[in-house]
């Protein structure tokens, strides 16, 4: 079945450091996949998201590249800020049906 | 304004009981969606709509029961309440189904089963 690996529960950084987020993925076809966040007391909100067609997306200083070689769909950000602090999942939309799948989040918490 | 309204925003429940959970979506989306997430877990995806019919069914028990008056309304029953279905329930929608469109979500009305 189709399934979505986080494998960092929490990742805490300092302002102005580097953020890597690891997503690896599991499906049949070429799916769109996305990064959602999510604010305390908010719901998830699109961050950014891809399909094969263009293989990269950005939005607010954040990337991610779709590696259909080794099905992983990292995040990344060269910069972090406080206000990024939040838990980012990786989601793999369905190839067929309704259902996308969430990853298990990483929750990212930047202290001044 | 809100695109998604989730009434109520709070909600305390004695076990055994019921309630309905209300969502609204003004987006003129025809794909709706619930989700729970309990304290400290992932987002875990419980129902998809599409036009008012069920698409996608991921919830085992059958005291949560998916209502849609309206094309724009799906709201959740929920009977004979239990202490473990205390969580916060998201309700989102998108524009089209097919697993490509990105899902807008509500507010979440948080559940306390007592």
């Known amino acids: 079945g189709n399934s979505v690996t986080q494998m960092q529960g929490q990742v805490t950084l300092s302002e102005e450091e580097f953020l890597f987020i690891n997503c690896t993925y599991s499906t049949t076809g070429y799916p769109t996949l996305f990064w959602y966040v999510q604010y305390p007391g908010e719901g998830p909100q699109l961050l950014l998201k891809?399909?094969?067609?263009?293989n990269k997306g950005s939005s607010r200083g954040f990337e991610a590249t779709y590696d259909k070689g080794t099905t992983s769909f990292h995040l990344q950000k060269a910069s972090v800020q406080e206000s990024d602090s939040a838990v980012y999942y990786c989601?793999?939309?369905?190839?067929?049906?309704?259902?996308?799948?969430f990853g298990s989040g990483t929750r990212l918490l930047v202290s001044p | 304004d809100p695109k998604i309204i989730q009434k109520p925003k709070y909600l305390v429940a004695v076990t055994g009981s019921e309630k309905i959970l209300i969502c609204e979506q003004y987006l003129g989306h025809n794909a709706m969606y619930w989700y729970r997430q309990s304290a400290k877990k992932p987002l875990e995806f419980m129902f998809s709509?599409?036009?008012?019919?069920?698409?996608d069914n991921q919830t085992a028990s059958s005291r949560f029961q998916p209502q849609s008056s309206k094309k724009n309304h799906l709201d959740l029953q929920i009977t004979a309440l239990k202490p473990d279905d205390s969580a916060t329930y998201f309700c989102?929608?998108?524009?089209?189904?097919?697993?490509?469109?990105?899902?807008?979500f509500g507010p979440g009305t948080r559940l306390t089963v007592l």
């Open positions: 891809v399909t094969t067609a263009n």
């Open positions: 709509y599409s036009y008012q019919k069920l698409m």
């Open positions: 989102a929608s998108s524009q089209g189904g097919t697993g490509k469109a990105e899902q807008f």
């Open positions: 989601v793999l939309g369905g190839t067929g049906g309704y259902k996308v799948v």
